[in-house]
């Protein structure tokens, strides 16, 4: 089946518009780290990663809602796609110095980067929606966590990779909602508090409809 010349002309020419959006937004986060701010909030969310990386709720047997990841999620959020991915990859690190448990393995913590670029990419200076959390959360559940990591834990630990799926993909389909609902509405409230203007920081967040405009 042969396409049309307009159909692939439209398909390129889309194809060159994402590109185009996609290298804008990772410039725009790259030049984040001239600013000092991004430096000493990511210093501070850094060492509340690790104060959180100790909590934990559990809801059932081999299922807990941590909490260690939401300043990864801020930082995506914050500074973008360049910044969230060194930040994850560097807590990554230092939590496990901090905590060590089996041996290292380079594959999670590239894993956590990827993680941390995909935030950044639906949530860097874009309205904080609930269903761009969703889209996003459920995006690096079946990507990082199910897929990529249960990879990674198949090599490191020595099992089969579809012996691991399985509870796996029961723990992420259980906190896709509820991590999803923590994020926004802690994004939120943050925001409304003041919490980040303290620091100069205003990211976009979903506003209601305006009178006589469009979204």
């Known amino acids: 089946v042969s396409l049309s010349p307009i159909v692939v002309r439209e398909v390129c020419k889309g194809g060159n518009f994402f590109m185009k959006k996609l290298a804008t937004l990772f410039t725009r986060s790259l030049q984040e780290f001239k600013q000092v701010k991004t430096v ?11 104060v ?9 047997p081999s299922v807990r809602i941590g909490f260690s990841g939401i300043p990864n999620e801020f930082v995506a ?39 941390g670029c995909i935030y950044g990419c639906f949530f860097y200076g874009r ?15 079946l990507i990082c966590n199910v897929i990529l990591n249960t990879f990674c834990l198949s090599i490191l630990l020595g099992k089969g990779f579809w012996l691991l799926l399985p509870p796996r993909i029961l723990r992420n389909v259980i906190m896709w909602p509820i991590d999803s609902l923590i994020f926004f509405y802690l994004a939120k409230f943050m925001e409304t508090a003041g919490v980040l203007r303290q620091f100069g920081l205003k990211p976009a967040l979903e506003k209601g409809p305006k009178t006589g405009g469009k979204r």
Do not use: H, Q
């Not at 959180?52 to 059932?60: H, P, R, T, Y």
């Not at 901090?98 to 594959?107: D, E, L, S």
């Open 40 to 50: 000493t909030v990511c210093a501070m969310l850094g060492a509340v990663a690790l």
């Open 127 to 141: 309205p904080m929606r609930l269903w761009r959390v969703l889209v996003a959360k459920f995006t690096v559940a």
């Open 52 to 60: 959180l990386g100790s909590l934990s709720v559990e809801i059932i």
């Open 77 to 115: 959020w914050l500074f973008g796609p360049v910044v969230g991915p060194l930040f994850n990859g560097t807590m990554d690190i230092l939590k496990y110095l901090a905590k060590p448990t089996n041996a290292y393995f380079p594959g999670l913590t590239m894993v956590t980067m990827l993680a």
